[in-house]
């Protein structure tokens, strides 16, 4: 027989043949194994950053669900101007913050799940934020706290190169940097869990681009990037932990927002 070729098997890939090849009966969660962590882990001694809380930042303009789909769209020129902390917080909400945490291992968010799993960490490259220092920083969500893990030298002329050239995304006052923990969702969905890990992230993408109409800001999803780069920028060993998703989000000018 030939070979499988690549597009042959990227198209299996998008289907859910695989469902029906799997015991669940064998998954962890079946096996009784208590679900991880819906949050990394953190030092305690690390330097947190503490967020607006929920519904008291300011600045966040009301904005219809009709005219946010319609109006949405990518954006890859930004003005310059920073964002401020209540904004910051409100995308950070909007994302990946919770509703609802259910026990140690499950939660609700803002955004859809398969099985509530949210496989996702939120990472931020801050350039211009005020009151922040420029660096890498990762979303708590349990605390809605920022955790400032580290500064990094010319993060600019870095994070365009692991982007693959794209200098817009250097130009921008965050970057928000999606990673994966696949094991959360491979706890429960096995061999199934990473087209749902995919589609999570679609999810929480578009949260993004919604929220950024509410405070006159743009952003563009981005999937095209160097993957040993990225991993290697947020310091995360690339296995068990690994970047799926980015957008940068900016200020635009009043025509576009």
């Given at each position: ?12 890939f ?14 962890d969660?079946?096996?009784g194994i ?8 953190f030092?305690?001694?690390g ?7 929920v519904?008291?930042w300011n600045g966040?303009?009301?904005v219809s669900?009709?005219s ?7 954006q890859?020129s ?5 964002l401020?902390l209540?904004?910051l ?5 909007a994302t ?6 259910l ?6 968010r ?6 509530a799993?949210?496989?996702?960490e939120t990472?931020?490259?801050?350039f211009?934020v ?6 890498f920083?990762r979303?708590?969500?349990?605390e ?17 190169a692991a982007?693959?050239?794209?200098s817009?995304v ?5 970057v ?12 429960r969905y096995?061999a199934a869990a990473?087209k749902?890990?995919?589609i ?12 950024c ?5 743009g952003?563009?999803a981005?999937?095209a ?5 990225m991993?290697?920028?947020l ?9 799926i998703?980015?957008a940068?989000?900016?200020k635009v000018?009043p025509?576009?927002?």
């Amino acid at each position: 027989m030939p070979e499988e070729s690549s597009i042959e098997r990227g198209r299996y890939f998008l289907k859910d043949t695989v469902r029906r090849k799997i015991d669940f009966s064998q998954v962890d969660q079946h096996r009784g194994i208590r679900p991880p962590p819906i949050e990394k882990p953190f030092r305690k001694d690390g330097e947190l950053v503490d967020l607006v809380s929920v519904g008291d930042w300011n600045g966040i303009t009301a904005v219809s669900v009709e005219s946010a789909i319609q109006y949405r769209e990518s954006q890859r020129s930004f003005t310059g101007d920073p964002l401020t902390l209540d904004e910051l917080s409100f995308l950070l909400w909007a994302t990946q913050g919770i509703r609802q945490q259910l026990d140690a291992g499950t939660a609700l968010r803002t955004v859809p799940s398969a099985g509530a799993r949210h496989a996702f960490e939120t990472y931020l490259c801050i350039f211009q934020v005020t009151g922040l220092e420029p660096g890498f920083y990762r979303y708590l969500p349990v605390e809605h706290k920022l955790l400032q893990e580290f500064q990094e030298d010319h993060a600019a002329a870095k994070i365009t190169a692991a982007t693959l050239g794209q200098s817009f995304v250097a130009g921008a006052a965050v970057v928000f940097i999606w990673t994966t923990i696949p094991y959360r969702m491979e706890w429960r969905y096995g061999a199934a869990a990473h087209k749902t890990i995919a589609i999570d992230a679609g999810h929480v993408c578009q949260n993004l681009y919604l929220a950024c109409k509410a405070i006159g800001a743009g952003t563009c999803a981005v999937a095209a990037y160097h993957q040993d780069l990225m991993d290697q920028l947020l310091r995360i060993d690339g296995t068990d932990e690994f970047v799926i998703y980015l957008a940068p989000v900016g200020k635009v000018p009043p025509g576009k927002r």
